[in-house]
């Protein structure tokens, strides 16, 4: 399994909450569906969407609950 930098978006108080990937290269950065967050903000993110950014393009993987559902 190949694996992306991905982005977080929720919508929280009205706005677009997004959560940022590692922009440093040799920081891995936690996988979302099974590794503890690092975010001490961040306690349930099964309603955010995820989007990879890959290739060009941005492609959305729907939300983390569903990617969960998905193992």
């Not at 929720?10 to 975010?39: C, R």
């Not at 969407?49 to 939300?63: A, H, K, N, P, Q």
């Given at each position: 399994?190949?694996?992306?930098?991905?982005?977080?978006?929720?919508?929280?108080?009205?706005?677009?909450?997004?959560?940022?990937?590692?922009?440093?290269?040799?920081i891995?950065?936690?996988d979302?569906?099974?590794?503890?967050?690092?975010?001490?903000?961040?306690k349930?993110?099964?309603?955010?969407?995820?989007?990879?950014?890959?290739?060009?393009?941005?492609?959305?993987?729907?939300?983390?609950?569903?990617?969960?559902?998905?193992?």
């Amino acid at each position: 399994m190949r694996k992306g930098k991905s982005l977080l978006k929720i919508e929280w108080q009205k706005k677009a909450l997004i959560v940022m990937p590692s922009f440093n290269t040799v920081i891995e950065g936690s996988d979302v569906l099974k590794d503890d967050l690092l975010s001490p903000f961040l306690k349930d993110i099964s309603k955010f969407e995820v989007f990879v950014s890959g290739y060009g393009e941005i492609l959305d993987f729907g939300t983390v609950n569903k990617l969960r559902s998905l193992e």
